[in-house]
């Protein structure tokens, strides 16, 4: 049961992360402010994911730490993912697939 919730919240976290990569493709097509208000609402609710996570790996006994380092460290990489405006988003996405489905591979 908590494997599945850890995993489904990887998910989320991952589809908030295309989310992000998607509005700052559109940054030439929008205006600036209602993006900016945009990212900060996705932002906020990676904290929020952020948090459940800790929550969930803090209640139950928790699964091998090497794991729970990887966890942890991934939606860190998501929230400091819009300060990498400069370095190319692609790369960036396919890199964070990659962590994903080795952690989707450790779990399983």
Known sequence: MLLLLLLL???LLLLLLLLLLLLQ?????????LLLLLQLL???LLLLLLLLLLVLLL?????????????L????LLLLLPLLL???LLLLLLL?????????????
């Open 86 to 88: 400069l370095l190319p």
């Open 59 to 71: 209640l139950p006994p928790p699964p091998p730490p090497p794991l729970l380092l990887l966890l």
């Open 73 to 76: 460290l991934l939606p860190l």
């Open 9 to 11: 919240l990887l998910l």
């Open 96 to 108: 964070l697939l990659l962590l994903l489905l080795l952690l989707l591979l450790l779990l399983l």
């Open 25 to 33: 493709l559109l940054l030439l097509l929008l205006p600036l402010l």
């Open 42 to 44: 996705l932002l906020l």
